[in-house]
C-alpha cells in the first residue's frame, strides 16, 4: 500500500509540476537555485547511506568478510588519492600559470580543476564506501526474501548514481554562478566558459586514472583467484580458501562501483560543458541571452529529480524478476525525463533563433535522438553478452574444441557486435545535427545522460550483488541464500553489460561535444585530411587506442603474475591450506560429504590465507602501472598541440575518437560474452569439463577487455577532447590565418568580391557593411 500511495502521490503531484515548467518566471526561479537540486540530491544520498547503515549485517563470520572486504577497498583509495593528489597540485600550478598568461582565460582555471578533481574523486569515495556496506547487508537480506535483498542492493547503487549526478550540478553550477559574479555581462562569457573548462579535465584526470588503476586491480585479483583457484586447485569461485578471493571481491568494487562512477560522472560534466560552450554562440532572447547555455544545467537539475521519482518505482516480490524491477524505475524515469525536456525547451529555446534552423523542436528532437540511440546501445550490447543469447551460444558450443576455438568465436563477436552501434551513434549524430547543428550533436550528449542518476543506480547494483554472492560463498550460507543472490547477480551481469554500451555511447557524444567546442574556440573551421599536418595528427590518433589497451593490458598480465606466484606459494607453503585442499579433492568440492576427521581438518584451514598480501599486490601493482597510460592521455593532445597547431590537434581527435570508439565497443563485448559463456557452462552443472576449462581460459582473456582497457579507453577519449578544449585559446588560428573566405550562414564573400564592389558601387556601403 505504502508503494502504490507513493506512485499516486508523483502521478498527481506530476501534473503540477509540468504546470509548474511551463512557466517563465519558475524557469527563472530554476536558474537561480541550480545548486539547490545538487544539495537536494545529496540529502537524498544522506538518508539512504543512513537507511542501509541501519540493516542487520548478518553473523559474526559475514561481518568479518565484509570488513576484510572494506579495508582493502579503502586501503586502496587512500593509496590512489595520495599520489593523485600530487599530481593534481602539479597540474594546478600550470593550470594557473597558463590561465594568468593568456587573453580570454584567468589563473581561476586551477581552481575549477581541482573543485572537478575533488568532485570526482568524492563520488567515487562515496560510491565505494556505501557499496562495502550494502554488499554485505544484501547478503543477510537474502536470507529473508529476494524482494529484500533487491531493495538493499539497488538502493546502495542509488546512493552512487545520485551522488554523482548531484557533485556534478552542484560544482558546475556553483563555479558558474561564482564566475559570472566575477565577471559579469556577456562580453565575459567566453572568458567565464575557458575558465569552467578546466573542472571537466580535473574530473576527466581522476575518472582515467581511477578507470585503469581500478580495472589492473580487479582483473590483476580475478585472474590470479581463477586460473589458480578454479583450474589448478579445483575450488569454487570465492571460496575462503583462496587467498585472492578477497582482493577479487575489493576489485568488483575499485573496477565497478568507483571506476564507473567516476567515468560517468566525466561523461555527465564533460557533456554539460561542451553543450554550453556551443551554447555561447546561440543568443535567446530570453534569460539574458543565454538560453542555450543554461539548458544543459537545468536538464540535469531536473534529471536529479526525476532520478530520485524512478528509485521509488523498484520493486519485486518473492519469484518475481528482478530485471523487470530495475527496468520499471530506469524507463519509467526515462519517460518522465522526455516530458519534462519538452516543457523545458519550449521555454528556453524559442521557435525562431538563429543557428537553430528549426527553433525548440528541433533542439528536443535532437536531445530524443541521443536518448534513443544510448538506449539502443545498451540493448545491442545486452544481446551480444546476454547468457542464452545467439552470440554467447555460438562460443558456448565452439568450447567444446578447446580454448583457441572459444577465443577465435569470442573475437568474432566483439568485432560483429560494433556495427548496430555505431550505427546508431551516427544516426543519434546525423538526426541531431540536422535539427540543430553542432548544439544539437552536444544536447544529445546531454539527453542521453540527463537520466545518469538512476542509470548508475542500475549499474552500481551489479557489482554489489556479486559481492553479496561472494560474502554468501565465503561464509557457507545455506543453498537458497546463494540462488538469491545469484538471481541478482545474473541480472547485475545484465545492467553492467547495458551499462557499458551506455558508457560508450555516451563518451563518443560527449566526445563529439568537446571536439565541437575545440573547434569553435580553436577557430578550426574544417578538418582537412588532404593536408599533411591533418592527416598526420589523425594516424597518430587512430593508433593511440592500441598502444593504451597494450599499456593498460600488459600491466594485468605483470600484475597477475605476481598473484598467481603468491597464491601459489600459500598453497604449498601453508600447511593447513594445503591439507584443506586435499580434503576439497577428495569430495570434488561437496565438503559436505566430509567425515567428521576430514570435516576437521578442512575447517582448520579456516582463516589461514593471508589474504592482506593478495591485496597488497593488486594495490601496488595497480598504483604502479596507471600513471603511464594516464599521462599519455594528457600530454600527446599538449604535445601535438603546441608543436602541430590546432588543425593538427583536430585530427588527433578525430583519429582517437574513431578507432577508440570501435574499440571500446569490441573488448567491453568481446569480454562480455566470453564471461556469460563461462557462465552458461557452469549452469549446466559442467564445472571441470573440458568445455568448461576452455571457457575459463576465454573468460580470462576477456577479463581485461571488459574490465580495464574497454572501459578505460571511454575516458581518453573524453579526456583528450577536454585537453585540447583547455589548451585551445593558447593555439587558436588568429582570424587573418584562416583563408580568404569569411563564412556566414546565409552568404559567403571573398576579399576580391568586396573590393570589386566598393570599385564599381554596385552595392550600397551599408549593406556592404551588413555583409
Known amino acids: 500500500m505504502k508503494f502504490i500511495g ?53 553473523n559474526e563470520k559475514m561481518a568479518t ?19 593523485l593528489s600530487i599530481f593534481v597540485v602539479c597540474l594546478a ?39 562495502t556496506k550494502a554488499n554485505v547487508r544484501t547478503t543477510n537480506a537474502a536470507r529473508t526474501s529476494l524482494g529484500k535483498a533487491l531493495e538493499v542492493a539497488f538502493t546502495g547503487g542509488s546512493v552512487m548514481g545520485l551522488g554523482v549526478v548531484s557533485l556534478g550540478v552542484l560544482g558546475l553550477s556553483s563555479l558558474f554562478a561564482l564566475y559570472q559574479n566575477i565577471w559579469p555581462g556577456a562580453e565575459n562569457l567566453t572568458t567565464v566558459l575557458n575558465v569552467l573548462t578546466g573542472f571537466s579535465m580535473g574530473a576527466s584526470s581522476i575518472a582515467l586514472f581511477a578507470r585503469v588503476g581500478g580495472g589492473i586491480y580487479t582483473k590483476a585479483a580475478d585472474v590470479g583467484a581463477d586460473l589458480v583457484g578454479k583450474i589448478e586447485a579445483g575450488i569454487p569461485e570465492d571460496h575462503p580458501l583462496n587467498p585472492a578471493t578477497i582482493a577479487d571481491n575489493v576489485g568488483d568494487n575499485v573496477g565497478d562501483v568507483a571506476g564507473m562512477g567516476a567515468d560517468l560522472f566525466e561523461s555527465y560534466v564533460g557533456s554539460i560543458i561542451g553543450t554550453m560552450v556551443l551554447g555561447a ?31 521509488f518505482f523498484v520493486k519485486v516480490k518473492e519469484g518475481g524478476n528482478p530485471q523487470t524491477a530495475l527496468n520499471i524505475g530506469e524507463f519509467g524515469s526515462a519517460g518522465l525525463m522526455v516530458i519534462v525536456s519538452y516543457f523545458v525547451i519550449k521555454i528556453m529555446i524559442p521557435e525562431s533563433t538563429e543557428g537553430l534552423p528549426f527553433g525548440a523542436m528541433g533542439v528536443f528532437l535532437a536531445t530524443i535522438s541521443g536518448l534513443v540511440a544510448g538506449l539502443g546501445v545498451g540493448k545491442v550490447t545486452e544481446y551480444y553478452t546476454g547468457t542464452g543469447t545467439k552470440p554467447v551460444s555460438a562460443i558456448v558450443r565452439q568450447s567444446e574444441t578447446g580454448s583457441a576455438t572459444n577465443i577465435i568465436a569470442g573475437l568474432g563477436v566483439g568485432m560483429m557486435s560494433t556495427m548496430i552501434p555505431i550505427i546508431l551513434i551516427a544516426a543519434a549524430i546525423l538526426i541531431s545535427h540536422h535539427y540543430a547543428g553542432l548544439y544539437g550533436i552536444a544536447i544529445a550528449a546531454v539527453g542521453m545522460l540527463a537520466n545518469t542518476g538512476i542509470q548508475l543506480a542500475v549499474d552500481a547494483y551489479g557489482p554489489i550483488s556479486d559481492n553479496a554472492g561472494g560474502i554468501a560463498e565465503m ?52 578538418i582537412d585530411v588532404s593536408k599533411p599536418k591533418v592527416m598526420a595528427g589523425l594516424l597518430v590518433g587512430g593508433m593511440l587506442p592500441f598502444v593504451f589497451s597494450a599499456l593498460s593490458m600488459n600491466a594485468v598480465g605483470r600484475a597477475a603474475m605476481s598473484m598467481i606466484e603468491e597464491v601459489r606459494r600459500q598453497f604449498k607453503d601453508i600447511p593447513e591450506l594445503k591439507a584443506a585442499l586435499e580434503i576439497m579433492r577428495k569430495y570434488d568440492a561437496d565438503i559436505s560429504k566430509a567425515n567428521a576427521k576430514d570435516r576437521a581438518i578442512f575447517d582448520a584451514a579456516d582463516g589461514k590465507a593471508d589474504y592482506e598480501k593478495c591485496v597488497e599486490i593488486s594495490t601496488k601493482a595497480s598504483i604502479k602501472e596507471m600513471v603511464m597510460p594516464g599521462l599519455l592521455a594528457i600530454l600527446v593532445p599538449v604535445a601535438v598541440g603546441l608543436l602541430g597547431g590546432a588543425e593538427m590537434l583536430g585530427g588527433l ?119
Open 653 to 771: 581527435l578525430a583519429g582517437v575518437t574513431t578507432c577508440g570508439i570501435l574499440m571500446a565497443i569490441f573488448q567491453s563485448n568481446a569480454g562480455g560474452a566470453w564471461d556469460n559463456a563461462k557462465k552458461m557452462i557452469e549452469s549446466d552443472g559442467r564445472k571441470g569439463s573440458d568445455a568448461h576449462k576452455a571457457a575459463v581460459v576465454g573468460d580470462t582473456v576477456g577479463d581485461p577487455f571488459k574490465d580495464t582497457s574497454g572501459p578505460s579507453l571511454n575516458i581518453l577519449l573524453k579526456l583528450m577532447s577536454v585537453v585540447a578544449l583547455v589548451i585551445a585559446p593558447t593555439i587558436a588560428i588568429e582570424g587573418d590565418a584562416m583563408g580568404e573566405k569569411i563564412e556566414k550562414p546565409e552568404h559567403t564573400i571573398s576579399i576580391e568580391e568586396e573590393e570589386s564592389d566598393i570599385a564599381d558601387n554596385s552595392v550600397p556601403y551599408e549593406d556592404l557593411i551588413e555583409k
Open 93 to 131: 600550478v600550470l593550470l594557473y600559470i597558463k590561465g594568468s598568461n593568456e587573453e580570454g582565460s584567468h589563473g581561476m582555471v586551477a581552481l575549477s580543476f581541482v573543485v572537478g578533481a575533488i568532485c570526482s574523486a568524492l563520488a567515487g569515495f562515496i560510491g565505494m564506501r556505501v557499496a
Open 65 to 83: 568478510i565484509a570488513k576484510n572486504i572494506a579495508n582493502g577497498a579503502m586501503s586502496f583509495l587512500k593509496a590512489e588519492y595520495r599520489i
Open 475 to 526: 561464509a557457507e550460507l545455506p543453498a537458497e541464500v546463494r540462488e538469491r543472490t545469484d538471481k541478482l547477480d545474473a541480472v547485475g551481469n545484465t545492467t553492467a553489460a547495458i551499462g557499458k554500451g551506455f558508457a560508450i555511447a555516451s563518451a563518443a557524444l560527449t566526445a563529439l561535444a568537446l571536439f565541437s567546442a575545440f573547434m569553435q574556440v580553436a577557430n578550426v573551421t574544417a
Open 6 to 58: 507513493l506512485r499516486l502521490f508523483f502521478i498527481k503531484n506530476g501534473f503540477t509540476i509540468f504546470g509548474a515548467i511551463k512557466n517563465h518566471h519558475f524557469m527563472k526561479f530554476v536558474i537561480d537555485f541550480l545548486p539547490t537540486f545538487g544539495l537536494l540530491g545529496l540529502l537524498f544520498v544522506f538518508f539512504k547511506n543512513n537507511w542501509i547503515a541501519k540493516q542487520e549485517v548478518g
Open 281 to 311: 554562440f546561440i543568443i535567446t532572447p530570453e534569460f539574458e541571452g543565454l538560453g542555450a547555455v543554461y539548458l544543459p544545467l537545468v536538464l540535469a537539475a531536473f534529471g536529479i529529480v526525476m532520478s530520485i521519482i524512478g528509485t
